[in-house]
């Protein structure tokens, strides 16, 4: 069997107002195009279709479409809610889906309650996100609740869910999240024990985190990533994507990562506004979304004229900087002459003139501050 895994979508989603739905409708056709040519079997959503509870109309059609085309073409689907999922909005629209060949899974259930289905000969447990609280609650008596986890209430729920192919949306602990400018691993009670993956599962296909990566080697464990970069902290050159894994009768799986070069990538610069002159072609060049952190204050002019002169900045923000802190005490050693020396620098607007007026009208406080 084979399968192409994808998560996060996030359609609906709006940076800085500006609709990202189009760019990811757009990798969503490219993911027909590789089940056509890849001769998908099943298609596998682990979480996060849609970005917020209420989406536009046009970020519905995506995903409806996407569906439409996936029966058109014979090939069936399992979709899981993710936490940005509206999930009884899923779970009203799941029979519907159903028409169209599509498991849709908004809220937990347990094996005997239906969380195990059994699609194109394999049996597949659907994980769709729980809350810790809510999982917590459901999962222990009222006088236990104090002592028990939501890594060991997840593994109670894996265990019971095991099954060949297992889709689930949340953080398994040492995941590298999609953040790319800081190195940091998911650890603490919000993330699952790689050991409390059960070893029964043959391919789990997770969600959630951004950056596309394999998490575990027994069971095989992988997240194929967003489709594209949606927030500017998520590093531009993160890997990301969709996973095609191919499930023998036995053996491990196969799994194939589809680097996703979808959408317009994003960038911060940080800049020092005596720079902002000299970068203004390299800014102009590039050609996704920028974020402008700029050290200090800028006028209100200053900002309008940059978003003039930029219609890809999304947003100008002042930087109250490690080094600026470090440099305000330094300042505070220069003595008020030198002190207004570097303030004018910084400014850009360094007078010579003015330096020497200020000077004396110092020089004339202090005299008669010390004749007084
Ligand atoms: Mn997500």
């Known amino acids: 069997m084979r399968l192409l895994h994808t998560a996060d979508w996030h359609l609906g989603k709006l940076l800085k107002g500006v609709d990202r739905t189009p760019e990811i409708a757009a990798a969503l056709r490219d993911l027909l195009g590789l089940v056509r040519s890849e001769r998908v079997d099943l298609v596998v959503v682990s979480g996060d279709l849609f970005d917020r509870p209420q989406v536009s109309a046009e970020a519905e059609a995506c995903a409806v479409e996407f569906f439409m085309e996936l029966k058109a073409l014979g090939v069936p689907a399992l979709v899981i809610a993710g936490n940005h999922d509206p999930k ?42 729980v809350s810790e609280r809510l999982l917590v609650r459901r999962l222990f008596q009222e006088d236990e609740v104090l002592h028990r986890t939501y890594a ?19 953080a398994v602990e040492g995941a590298r999240p999609g953040g790319g400018e800081f190195v940091f691993h998911l650890v603490g009670s919000y993330a699952v024990p790689r050991a409390s993956l059960p070893l029964e599962v043959r391919y789990l296909a997770l969600g959630h985190v951004h950056r596309q990566q394999q998490v575990s080697e027994a069971p095989v464990a992988w997240y194929p990533g967003s489709l594209v970069q949606l927030d500017f902290g998520e590093g531009e050159g993160a890997e990301r994507g969709v996973l095609l894994v191919e499930l023998p009768p036995s053996g491990p799986p196969r799994v194939h990562p589809v680097p996703g070069r979808w959408g317009k990538p994003l960038r911060t610069y940080r800049l020092r506004p005596e720079e902002l002159d000299g970068r203004m072609g390299e800014l102009e060049r590039f050609p996704g979304y920028l974020r402008l952190v700029v050290e200090g204050r800028l006028s209100p002019q200053v900002k309008e004229n ?18 600026a802190e470090g440099r305000r005490e330094e300042v505070q050693d220069l003595g008020f002459v030198e002190g207004y020396a570097r303030y004018l620098e910084e400014r850009g607007k360094k007078e010579e003139a003015l330096l020497e007026r200020f000077a004396e009208v110092l020089a004339e406080v202090e005299g008669e501050a010390f004749t007084a």
């Not at 169209?100 to 394999?122: D, I, K, P, T």
């Not at 060991?152 to 949340?170: I, T, Y």
């Open 306 to 323: 940059l978003f003039r002169a930029l219609p890809h900045l999304l947003a100008v923000e002042g930087a109250p900087l490690q080094a």
């Open 152 to 170: 060991e209430a997840m593994r109670r729920v894996l265990d019971n869910l095991k099954s060949p192919l297992l889709l689930g949306h949340f």
């Open 88 to 129: 009884e909005r899923l779970e009203a629209l799941a029979p519907l889906l159903g028409l169209a060949g599509v498991r849709v899974r908004g809220r937990l259930l347990f094996a005997e309650e239906g969380g195990v289905v059994e699609v194109g000969g394999v049996r597949a447990g659907l994980l769709p996100f």
